[in-house]
């Protein structure tokens, strides 16, 4: 919108540009909407073209009734008569016939043309326009991390868990040390996830049960589960299990926030029952996240938990912020003293 101020600022002594847009809908209706807030950017929209009939589209009994000027084949032959400055295409992009054949009667103007994608309908997770040498790129679906926030997120993730080691390395050796003596069996839990790109990593975790699971059968852990360890439930309680996660940050394979990964027989089983499940491995894999803030930590026992938790980490990878990020962090701590689904 700022962009559209600025190639409109020229526009001198205060004249108003006639305007017409191609395509009524709610993309279309909601772009009459900013011309009517924005007065900076001087466009005075005169009307809708649409094939459909003006009775069909006053059916519509949210909306006012607009301004339906004609078919989109008359489109062209009003801009001529009217001397219409500025023309917007809102069409889907189903129409493209009807798009490419109005372009070509809109050749004998001298208009400005406009194509508004109607892309809102996708479910758009940093969705982007730009350029590869010339030719335009409409991004979709694109992770939060790339160009210089890939470096900021980076930096941040070795700074944070450079010191956070420093602090803990007391800590994580007195807990490897009680591992040892209360239970049989190796102080790291080391479990194949995955990671960035939905390619296998290994991750670390202080062990808390009896058993090590890491195969095609993955059962959660639940309320009084018999294989947790006395140790292991203080552990898990307290989130202490995930302590050696820092490492996988500095190796490049985590994240100190991001979704939080999941077991591969776990992945492979939600990814079939929840729509974008997978977009979630367009970013690394998090100590912590949005959705353990939220309520959603520890177990998944029915389906509905688990698309809750989904549609968090989705959510973070529409709206991911360096401050967004140092908010989890503090919240996380409140979260794990309170919580008590961990287990």
């Known amino acids: 919108m700022a962009s559209l101020v600025l190639q409109r600022w020229p526009f001198t002594k205060g004249e108003t540009s006639r305007a017409v847009i191609v395509g009524l809908s709610d993309l279309s209706r909601k772009l009459t909407h900013k011309f009517r807030q924005n007065p900076l950017l001087r466009v005075g929209c005169m009307g809708f073209f649409d094939d459909r009939w003006s009775e069909r589209l006053s059916e519509d009994k949210q909306h006012q009734p607009e301004t339906l000027l004609g078919s989109i084949a008359s489109a062209a032959e009003f801009v001529k008569t009217y001397n219409v ?11 493209q016939p009807r798009v490419m054949a109005l372009l070509d009667e809109l050749r004998d103007t001298t208009a400005s043309i406009y194509f508004v994608p109607d892309i809102v309908s996708f479910d758009l997770i940093q969705a982007n326009i730009s ?25 941040s993730d070795v700074v944070l868990s450079l010191f956070i080691l420093l602090l803990i390395a007391p800590l994580m050796l007195l807990i ?29 975790k202080f062990r808390s049960m009896t058993v090590m699971e890491d195969n095609e059968q993955v ?6 589960d018999p294989r947790i360890t006395r140790l292991g439930g203080f552990l898990r ?18 994240s100190v926030v991001g979704p939080r990964p999941h077991a591969i027989s776990h992945n492979e089983m939600y990814r079939s029952l929840i729509k974008g499940y997978m977009i979630r491995h367009k970013v690394k894999p998090g100590i912590t996240g ?21 549609d968090y980490d989705l959510d973070y990878l529409r709206n991911w912020s360096l401050f967004l990020d140092l908010l989890i962090i503090f919240k996380t701590i409140s979260v794990v003293i309170r919580d008590k ?3």
């Open 219 to 224: 059962n959660q852990a639940t309320r009084n």
């Open 85 to 95: 400055q500025h023309i917007y295409i809102a069409l889907p992009l189903s129409a």
């Open 176 to 204: 490897a040390i009680g591992i040892k003596l209360s239970s049989p069996g190796p102080v790291l839990f080391k479990q194949r996830r995955y990671g960035l790109d939905g390619k296998e990593i290994v991750v670390y």
């Open 237 to 254: 309680k307290t989130s202490l299990d995930e302590l050696p996660q820092f490492i996988n940050v500095l190796q490049g394979h985590m």
């Open 290 to 310: 949005w959705a353990q803030i939220n309520g959603f930590r520890g177990e998944t026992d029915v389906l509905e938990k688990m698309q809750a938790r989904i």
């Open 341 to 343: 689904n961990a287990y």
């Open 131 to 155: 350029t590869i040498d010339g030719i335009p790129i409409v991004a979709i679906c694109e992770s939060p991390f790339v160009g210089i926030n890939s470096i900021i997120k980076r930096i």
